[in-house]
C-alpha cells in the first residue's frame, strides 16, 4: 500500500545535485519446447487442440499459461500467439480457443518462458451446461476458492561481488473465504533459495540472465494456485539497454495505469523488440552525488515502470537504426482483451454452477472474472477493494475485461480499478467516493513545499457550479430480499444553478450511506478545484495514481498563476508524469493533482414522496435465471405470458364521466432515454391493471414527464421543441390499445411535456410505454404500371433531400435491380423497408412478404425458408448489414456520407435458389424448376437517425386512472 515519505527519504528528495542513469530490460523469452503441426485444418474457427510431432525440449517443462509461437519458421511467430491451456500430450498441445491463426500442417510451434495476459473463454457442453476454458467443469470452484498468489512485481538486479539477493514477499496474497497455509517458491537458474517455504524466501543469483520465479499459494480449503514473475539479473559484460531516450512516461487515471515511449538506438538487443514483449524501464539515481533508491515498494525502489510493448507503434528507422516504440501497463491489455459477458447470481447455499456465488460482492465477482476468465491472478499482484456490500447480481456485459471490470466494481460500489507503475492492480473505493470521516486509513504521502515545485501552480478553478441536485438509487440486499434506497443531495430542493445528475444500481449497506454517498456525488460534481498541476524540482517515485493517496499543501496567492488560496488543502494525484533530461541525466516528476471533494449534505427520499401521493404499490419481481452462453430458453421453450385479471375497481369511476382527479403516481426512476436503446425504452409495469379513461371523461388519462428534451445536431445536445418524436402508449397483453396526444410545447427544451390519453371507451391496461425515435419520412406506397415502379422511397434529411430509392424489374427476365441510399450513420428500425410482391405459381398468384426487421446480426447461409405453397417470407442481404425478413442489426457504420447498396434480386419457386445479391448465393433447394414471375404490390417504410433524440428525465407522473 501507499505510505508516507520518511524523514531521511524526504532530505534526499530536496537534496541537489540529483540525476539518473536509465536502462531496459527487455524479456526475450528462452525456448521450452519445439515441435511441428502434424494435421490438416478443414477450418479455423474456435481451435483448442493441435497434434504435433518432431518434438525437441523436455516436455515436462511446459506449463499452463506459457506462451506458444506458431510461426512458418522455426522460432517464428509471424502466424500468431497462442496460450498453453494445460499440460500436453504426448502427440497434442492443449491451446487456449482461438480462431485468429490460419493454422497449417507443419507449421513451426515454439514453447517460450513467458507468462502473459489472455481471456480464458467459457463455452457450453452439449447440454447447454457452462464450461470455463473449454472443459472445465464446475465441481466447487465458487465455495473452495483458487488463492490469489501477490508475489510483487518483475525486478531488475545487479550483480555486485558475483552474486545479487532478491526478497520477494508473498505475505499479501489472499484467497476468497478461507485462508492462506502454506507458500512453495521455484526460481530455476538460481545459485540458491531459502527459506523457500514461507511467504519471504532469499534468492540469490550468481550469473546475468533472465529468470523466472514462481511461488504456489495454498489455502486452508486445500486450493493452490501459483503465480510467476521476471528477474532480471545484468552485469558489466551483460548489460541491459543503454543507448535509448525516454521520451514519455506517464500513470493517468482516466486511463486506468501507466505507459512508457521509447527511442532505442542500434543495439544487439533491437531483435528483442517485439509485440508484447516485457520490458522494465529502472534506473540508477543520485541524489546529492549519492547513489540511493528511493520508491514506494522495499525491493523494487529502482524501478520507474513495467509493462509489455504495443506491437502496432513499433516503427523502424533504417536511416539512424533506431526503432521507437510504447510500452503499456496492464489496463492497456485487459482493455485491448474482448471477453464474453459474466454474470453471477447470489445464492444462500451451496452453488451449484459457474452462475452462482453464496453471498456474492463486488470482490468475489472481481476474483472469479481475473482468474476463471483471464489469466490476470497467474501474472500480476492483484488487490480486492474489501467491501462488503452483497449484491443480488452483478454483470459484465460483452466488452473488453476492463470494461467488464468497470461495469462489476466502478458502476456498483465506486471501485475504479488502476494500475500503479509497476502493474499491480488495486480495485478499492475511489478516495473521492469515500466518506469524510472513513478517509482517516488513505495515507499523505507527503507535504509539498513552495521550495519543492518549480515555477507558479497551475489551477483550474471552477466558480459556476455544473451540478445542481445528485438523485441517487440502489439495492440493499441481506440474501433474501432487495430493499431500494433513494437518496438526494443537497435536497428537494436545486442549487441556484446546474443540471440534473442520476446514479442508479448502485450496491448499499443502509439509507446513511446512501445518502453519503449522494453527498459525495454532489461534491465531487462540483469540486472548485478538479486539476491542479505541479512541476516537482526532484526525482520523486513516491507518489502515484494508485493506491489511494494523498499529498498535503498549502498555496499562497502569489505562488499560483490566477491568485488562487488552498490552505492545508489535500490533494489526490490523477497524472504522474516522469521527464528524463538525456544531458543532465535530471529525473523530473510533474504531477495533476485532483483536490478533495466535500461530502455535501443530502435527504433520504422515501417511495412514493409527498409530492406524489397515492403510488400504486410496487410488486416484487420475479427471480430471474441465468443462463449461459449462448443463453437458449429451458427445452419446450419459454411459458406464455399469462397476464393478471384487472383489479376491482369503483364503479363509479367507469361510469361517471365528472370522476374526480386521481393521481400523481410516479412511473419511472430518473434517468436518460435515448433514441438508439431497444424497444419498450421505458416502461411501467402495473400487473394488477389498471383502466386508461375514455376520451368523455373531464378528467382524461394523462403522463407527465419532466426533463430536458434535447436532440443531437452539429456533434452537441440542443434543446429540442418538438414531440413527434415522442410517443405514449398503453398496452394491455395483446400490445397498444391507445397511444396519448402531446400537448403544445411552451418550454424551452427542460420542463413537463404531457401527454393525454382519449380512447372511446375505458380499456384496461397494465403497463405504458415511452418509445423514442429519431428523424423519420412516413411510409408511402408505390405503384407498379407493368415495366418499372412509378415514385420510390425517400429517406429524409438535408444531406439527401430530393433523391430517391431507384427500383427497375424486368418483367422479361424476372429478376430486378435496386438501389438502396443509406446513410453509414443511421440505424434502421421498426420495418424500415417493406414490398409485398405478387408472384405467379402453379396454384396461382401469391403474395410474398420482403421486410426488414432490427435485431441480431445477419447470417447468410443459414436458416433460410424456401417459397412455395403458402405464402413465405424471403431473406436475403443487401450490401453488408441490410438484410429482408432477418433478424439482423440494420445499415450502421462510420462517419456521415451516404453510401449506394445496390444489387440483383432473384425470387424462386422451391429448387431455385432463394436470394442472390451480386455474386454471393443464400441458400437454395431442391430440386430445380423453373423460375417464375412477379409483381410488386407494395412497398414502404421509414428510417431514423440512431441516438438522434433523448429525454434526461427527472420524473414521469401518471394521472386519472381507475
Avoid at 443509406?822 to 405459381?841: A, H
Amino acid at each position: 500500500m501507499a505510505r508516507a515519505i520518511t524523514v531521511g527519504e524526504l532530505a534526499s528528495l530536496r537534496a541537489d545535485e540529483q540525476w539518473s542513469r536509465l536502462y531496459l530490460a527487455i524479456h526475450n523469452p528462452a525456448t521450452v519446447y519445439s515441435a511441428r503441426i502434424n494435421q490438416v485444418f478443414t477450418n479455423y474457427d474456435a481451435i483448442t487442440e493441435l497434434v504435433y510431432d518432431g518434438g525437441s525440449g523436455t516436455l515436462a517443462d511446459v506449463l499452463p499459461g506459457m506462451t506458444l509461437y506458431v510461426g512458418s519458421a522455426a522460432g517464428g511467430y509471424d502466424k500468431g500467439m497462442a496460450r498453453i491451456r494445460k499440460a500436453p500430450g504426448a502427440s497434442t498441445f492443449y491451446i487456449g480457443e482461438t480462431s485468429d491463426i490460419v493454422f497449417a500442417d507443419n507449421d513451426y510451434l515454439t514453447v517460450v518462458d513467458d507468462f502473459d495476459l489472455w481471456a480464458r473463454h467459457p463455452a457450453a457442453d452439449t447440454n447447454g451446461a457452462l464450461l470455463m476454458d473449454n472443459d472445465l467443469v464446475y465441481t466447487d470452484q465458487h465455495t473452495n476458492c483458487d488463492p490469489v498468489p501477490v508475489l510483487g512485481p518483475d525486478a531488475a538486479l545487479w550483480l555486485a561481488d558475483g552474486t545479487a539477493a532478491f526478497a520477494p514477499d508473498a505475505g499479501e496474497s489472499w484467497v476468497v473465504g478461507s485462508t492462506i497455509t502454506g507458500y512453495a517458491w521455484e526460481a530455476p537458474g538460481a545459485l540458491s533459495i531459502s527459506d523457500e517455504d514461507t511467504a519471504t524466501p532469499t534468492i540469490t543469483y550468481d550469473a546475468a540472465g533472465t529468470f523466472r520465479v514462481g511461488c504456489t499459494a495454498t489455502a486452508a480449503n486445500g486450493k493452490s494456485m501459483t503465480g510467476y514473475r521476471s528477474v532480471f539479473v545484468f552485469d558489466a559484460d551483460h548489460p541491459p539497454v543503454t543507448v535509448f531516450d525516454l521520451e514519455r512516461c506517464e500513470g493517468n487515471f482516466d486511463s486506468g495505469g501507466w505507459s512508457f515511449d521509447v527511442r532505442m538506438r542500434a543495439e544487439a538487443d533491437l531483435s528483442t523488440v517485439r509485440d508484447r514483449a516485457k520490458v522494465v524501464l529502472f534506473a540508477r539515481d543520485f541524489y546529492d552525488q549519492a547513489e540511493e533508491e528511493i520508491g514506494p515498494l522495499a525491493g523494487y525502489e529502482n524501478v520507474i515502470c513495467s509493462g509489455r510493448i504495443l506491437g502496432e507503434t513499433i516503427e523502424w528507422d533504417a536511416d539512424d537504426g533506431s526503432v521507437t516504440f510504447r510500452v503499456a501497463g496492464p489496463q492497456a491489455w485487459l482493455n485491448a482483451i474482448p471477453s464474453f459477458p459474466v454474470g453471477l447470481k447470489d445464492t444462500d447455499g451451496t452453488p451449484t454452477t459457474w452462475q452462482f456465488f453464496n453471498t456474492l460482492t463486488v470482490d468475489k465477482a472481481v476474483w472469479h472474472l481475473l482468474h476463471w476468465q483471464s489469466t490476470a491472478t497467474m501474472v500480476m499482484d492483484i488487490y480486492p477493494s474489501g467491501d462488503a456490500r452483497r449484491a443480488e447480481a452483478l454483470e459484465g456485459p460483452i466488452g473488453s475485461l476492463w470494461q467488464q471490470l468497470e461495469a462489476i466494481a466502478a458502476e456498483s460500489i465506486f471501485a475504479s480499478p488502476l494500475c500503479d507503475r509497476y502493474g499491480r492492480l488495486f480495485v478499492e473505493v475511489d478516495p473521492q467516493y469515500t466518506p469524510v470521516d472513513e478517509r482517516g486509513s488513505i495515507p499523505v504521502v507527503m507535504t509539498l513545499l513552495e521550495t519543492d515545485w518549480q515555477d507558479k501552480v497551475d489551477i483550474e478553478r471552477i466558480s459556476t457550479r455544473p451540478v445542481g441536485m445528485v438523485d441517487l438509487s440502489g439495492m440493499t440486499y441481506d440474501g433474501t430480499s432487495s430493499t431500494p434506497l433513494l437518496a438526494r443531495a443537497p435536497g428537494r430542493v436545486f442549487k441556484r444553478l446546474g443540471s440534473i445528475s442520476t446514479r442508479d444500481r448502485v450496491l448499499l449497506t443502509d439509507q446513511a450511506q446512501a445518502n453519503a454517498i449522494a453527498g459525495l456525488i454532489l461534491g465531487q460534481a462540483n469540486n472548485p478545484f478538479p486539476r491542479l498541476s505541479f512541476d516537482l524540482a526532484m526525482n520523486n517515485r513516491m507518489i502515484d495514481i494508485a493506491p489511494a493517496q494523498y499529498c498535503a499543501v498549502d498555496i499562497a496567492a502569489e505562488d499560483t498563476l490566477r491568485g488562487f488560496v488552498c490552505a492545508n488543502k489535500r490533494l489526490i494525484p490523477r497524472v504522474v508524469a516522469i521527464e528524463h533530461n538525456a544531458d543532465s541525466g535530471a529525473l523530473l516528476t510533474s504531477i495533476d493533482f485532483e483536490g478533495e471533494n466535500e461530502q455535501l449534505p443530502a435527504v433520504t427520499i422515501e417511495r412514493g414522496t409527498p409530492f406524489m401521493p397515492n403510488e400504486p404499490e410496487q410488486p416484487d419481481l420475479p427471480d430471474f435465471p441465468l443462463f449461459p452462453p449462448p443463453y437458449l430458453p429451458p427445452p419446450g421453450g419459454w411459458p406464455p405470458y399469462i397476464p393478471p385479471p384487472p383489479p376491482p375497481t369503483e364503479a363509479g369511476c367507469l361510469t361517471d364521466v365528472e370522476w374526480p382527479a386521481t393521481g400523481p403516481f410516479s412511473m419511472l426512476q430518473p434517468g436518460t432515454i435515448s433514441s438508439a436503446d431497444a424497444q419498450p425504452f421505458a416502461k411501467k409495469v402495473y400487473p394488477e391493471g389498471v383502466y386508461v379513461r375514455s376520451a368523455a371523461a373531464t378528467n382524461k388519462t394523462k403522463i407527465e414527464l419532466i426533463g430536458c428534451f434535447e436532440k443531437f445536431e452539429n456533434d452537441a445536445w440542443v434543446p429540442d421543441l418538438t414531440t413527434d418524436w415522442i410517443s405514449v402508449e398503453a398496452w394491455d397483453a395483446g400490445g397498444v390499445i391507445a397511444t396519448a396526444t402531446a400537448a403544445e410545447v411552451t418550454d424551452d427544451g427542460c420542463g413537463t411535456r404531457t401527454f393525454t390519453f382519449s380512447p372511446p371507451n375505458y380499456l384496461w391496461a397494465n403497463q405504458f410505454v415511452i418509445n423514442l425515435f429519431g428523424e423519420f419520412t412516413p411510409p408511402f406506397d408505390v405503384t407498379w404500371d407493368g415495366e418499372s415502379m412509378a415514385g420510390g422511397f425517400h429517406d429524409g434529411g438535408a444531406a439527401r433531400d430530393g433523391e430517391w430509392d431507384e427500383w427497375t424489374w424486368n418483367p422479361g427476365t424476372w429478376q430486378g435491380t435496386g438501389k438502396w441510399y443509406v446513410p453509414n450513420n443511421y440505424i434502421w428500425n421498426n420495418y424500415s423497408r417493406r414490398m409485398v410482391l405478387q408472384t405467379e405459381l402453379p396454384g396461382g398468384l401469391k403474395d410474398i412478404v420482403v421486410q426488414s426487421y432490427p435485431g441480431a446480426n445477419p447470417m447468410p447461409n443459414s436458416d433460410y425458408v424456401c417459397i412455395g405453397g403458402e405464402p413465405m417470407p424471403i431473406r436475403t442481404t443487401v450490401g453488408y448489414d441490410f438484410t429482408f425478413e432477418y433478424d439482423g442489426d440494420l445499415i450502421t457504420g462510420m462517419g456521415t456520407a451516404w453510401v449506394e447498396q445496390d444489387g440483383t434480386f432473384e425470387i424462386g419457386y422451391p429448387g431455385y435458389y432463394q436470394a442472390r445479391w451480386g455474386d454471393t448465393t443464400y441458400g437454395h433447394c431442391s430440386p430445380i424448376v423453373l423460375m417464375w414471375g412477379f409483381r410488386i404490390i407494395e412497398f414502404n417504410g421509414f428510417s431514423f437517425v440512431q441516438n438522434a433524440k433523448r429525454i434526461r428525465l427527472e420524473r414521469a407522473l401518471l394521472y386519472n386512472i381507475c
